[in-house]
Each structure stands twice: as C-alpha cells, then as structure tokens.
C-alpha cells in the first residue's frame, strides 16, 4: 500500500543541473572550512542563563530586517556565503528539540522522539489546525465538508502500516470503496483496479493529523505561529517570531520546504543542509472547493454508480475530482455535494501568486478557468455546468516536488540540525511518515552518544572523498553535487565545464579516478514521474 495528495500530476524525467562554480583557488582549497564556534561557556561579564527566556537570548536592538520579500538572488547570495555553525557543548541530560513544521513528518518526528525520551515542540503556522496538507475545510452551518490536499493513501511498508493500523483501530480510517479512475477530455472514464486498498479519513484527513500526538505528554505544541528566525548562541538554538522568543533548542528540525524555508535556513549558519534544500524544485496546485445544490451531471457513459474520483486527463486546467459528500458522507442523492478540484501544475505556474494574500481578481479567473475545465471534463456544453452554491480557492505554492534525493532525513551533527519531510523520499503521506521516522531515531542516536564523533551522524555530507576534494566539495556546498546519497556522482563530473575545472585543479588522473569510482555502483538521482508519485497530492491513478 502506498499513500497520495494532488491526483495526477506528471512530470516529465529531468536532470539536476550543477550550480555554476566559481574558479577555485590554491589558497581556498587549501585552507580549512570556516566555523562559528558555539559553546555554552559564559562570556566574561555574561549572566547568560540556560533556561531563561529573556536572559542569554540574542538581541534584537541591532536586528536586521526580515527578508520577507527579498529575491532569490540575494536568498541564494546568503546561502552560499554564510559561515557554518559547530556546537561544541555537550548535550545536557535532558535535551529539548525545536520542530518547525506540524505536517505529517514533524508530527511523527515529535511522537518518535517522545518514545526515545526526547521532549519536543512543534511550531505550526496552521489556523485551522496541524497537518499541513493533511487538510480538511469544515463550513458551517451548510455542513460542507472538503478534503482539500491529501485525498487518499496507500500503504506498502511495515512501519507505515503500524500507524495506519492504529488509525483503523480507532474509527479514523477506512478503505475507499468508491469507483476511482481516468476521466478523458469529453467524459471518456476508465474506472481502476481498487488493488492496493486506497485508505481515507473517515471524517476527513485532518483527525488523522491531531490523533497523532493525541496520546503524548512530551510534545508542546505552538500555533499558529511562523517563526521567522533561527540563531545559535551559547550552545543552542533560539527560535523567534518576528523578533518574539520562542524558545531555546538543543536541536532543531525543519520539516516543510518552499520559499519560507529557504528564508529561514539562508542566514542560520547551516550552509550544507540550506543548499540541499535549494535544489529542490516544487511545482504549484490549485484547489478549488465547491459545493453544488444538485448532482453534477455525469455521462451516462461512464460508470453506474458515479465515480468518487477522478484523474483527469487531456484538460489544461484540472488534473484531478473528488466527489467529498460520497466518499466522506456517503450521501448520495441528498445535496449539497461537495467537490474537490485540482489544477495542474501547468495550470498552477501560470497562475501563481503568494498564497499568502491571493488578489480577488486572480481567485474568480482561477475558479472560472478551472470550472470550464470541469465542463470539458465531463464533456458538457459550454456554459451548462451548474452553478455552485459555495466556491473557495486556495493555492498551495509548494505542492509537489519535481525531484527527490531518495533518502529519508538529512542532518548536520555539527549544527544539531536536521530536515525531514515526504519530498525526501518522494511524495507521499507514507514518505512523510518513514522521514519523520527516521530523524527521530537518528537525532535520538545522537544524543545518546553525547554528540561525539559528529561525523559518523552526519545525513547529508560527502562520504569517501579525500583530504582536499572533500574541504573544496565542504567549501563550495557540494553545489556540484547530485542528491542520491548527497554524493557527487558521474553525472556531474560528466558536465563539460565541470569536468574541465576539475582536471585543471586535480589533473586528468585524478579526474578519471574519481569517474571510475563513482562509477562503481553508483545510483541515479531519482525521477519522480507519475509512477513514484502518490502522495500528499495522490499523483499516481496507480496508487
């Protein structure tokens, strides 16, 4: 079983392309990677405290202004030329871990961490709720119920199945027994095998994400809140909100991605993780809710009974339909009927605006444009399409990633830093979930050895490079690199002017020692394409 978010997107096979490099030179090569120290050691004339939250905090009498809006050259700028952070106190007895980000990996990284004996608080922006596109839209008093991100999940691997299993044992999750298939230009559908089981929220998708730390006593939750600022100062992190102190961590995850991560992780002393965060590539949906007083009017060529869902094929502006009031109500011929549409993510980039504060004027051109769509859909005439009682558009600027690196967490044992999230391993509520996994029982490993020998925790990192390949790789950010395993692999080298730096640099002998041995055995970067890209969106009619 396997799990899903934006029905069917496709994207085509791409190729990650090296940043462009700076000549390097004997003295930069040479030289030893630059690091801010922080200890916990109390500065002369210092009444720093550990567990104050107003002592010992950075100032921010000298504070530069968010940058909020800024390009994303200067994003870039920041990124690659900040210095790198190396704590150096020890871990205390009882360490606290700071998670931003209350989706499904950081929900499940907070629950792993509780069962190792970490405490934990996660951050959330969300209004409504945790979960991030685990998102369900209630409106009352018409009772109008949507699934507006994830619609369906599947499950294939073992430890997914555990929380799925404890979903169903408490009434939370059930198979989806509706018809779901491939709907063509015109109202063509073709209804798909129902193996594997497609599981859903029985009362929407968002229960799922707060019964997750229903049960915790060491999880402290913060919401909404968008912190805005992360700063290492005596041994910890101090996270803020627009200059308001959240808290001081002796870790830290991030656990979304997009732009505002970018942001935030441009001037914390991370350059190594914020640069893998760079590289990836999000495409953006649209969702449109609407509630219809009658049943749409399906062909009567379709199936009997209508179809619940829908991967819709040959239309611009919708990749996916959802009928909310069958699959979560079951009400059949008793309006109002609540749909679910989804836009490509063509459709999504033609139209992007922040998603923070969406113009009136591009909201009624996006639902216009995707009601049409509807109509193409089903093969209706023009203007036929009933008229909605209820319409909202929402846009999710960072839907779905494009490209995967293939591994499950990445962590920076020299900034107590980690990332965890679906599009590490490809997109979907279960990559979420084995991410999540994964960084809790790795951050707990870590503390557990004291944070000595930071470079066997290190997730991220170039492993078997020697002495001065692996400082230039440590000083330019792996920006050369690919992503499987973070590693450089042929492909790169491969790169003509890539290749020339390399061989003026090291010489055509070494060049080709490296090509051979990244030859050996070495992965491709993974593709995500339709196959591999059931998820949080459901990506896949396979799925």
Known sequence: MTTTLFPSLVSTPFLLQPLKLTKPTSHSLSSKPFFILCTSQKRPGSSFKKHSVNDGRPTSKNRRKSSYGTSRRSILKKTFNQEQVDFTAPIPDD??????????????????????????????TGIHGLGGRMGT?????????FDHAAQFFTVSDARFAEIVNDWREKGLVGEWQGTVGELEAGGQFVPLPSSPPRYIGVNGMRPLADSLLSETSMVNVVRPCWISKLEPFNGTWHLSENGKHCGQFDA????????????LLASSGLPLIARQMKRLELSSIWALLAAFEDPLPIPSNTVTPPFEGAFVKGVDSISWMANNSRKLLKSLDNGPHCWSFFSTSAYGKRNKVPQENIPAATAEKVK??????????????????PRPIYTRVQLWGAAL?????GIPCIFDPR??????????????????ALSGIALANHIADYFQGGGARPE???????????????????????????????????????????KKLLTKRFGSLVTNWIRVRLSLGQPSPKRCGRSDRAGLFQSSPNR
């Not at 830290?252 to 942001?263: D, E, F, P, S």
């Open 415 to 432: 900034g107590r830093a980690g990332i965890c999230g679906d599009w590490l391993l490809g997109s979907s509520l279960e990559s979420a």
């Open 368 to 385: 216009a444009g995707m009601l049409a769509g509807v109509e193409i859909a089903l093969g209706l005439p023009e203007g036929s399409l």
């Open 456 to 498: 066997e925790f290190a997730v991220g990192n170039a492993k078997g490079w020697d002495s001065e390949l692996s400082a230039y790789y440590m000083k330019v950010g792996f920006r050369c690199g690919c992503w499987t395993n973070l590693v450089p692999s042929w492909c790169d080298i491969e790169n003509k002017p890539l």
């Open 95 to 124: 360490p606290i871990v700071g998670i931003i980000g209350g989706g499904m990996s950081g929900l499940i990284c907070a629950r792993n961490l509780e069962k190792k004996g970490i405490k934990s608080t996660v951050f959330d």
């Open 401 to 405: 990633p494009t490209n995967s690196p």
């Open 252 to 263: 830290i995850v991030i656990a979304h991605n997009g732009k505002c991560a970018n942001r």
């Open 137 to 145: 839209r209630v409106i009352e008093p018409q009772q109008l119920i």
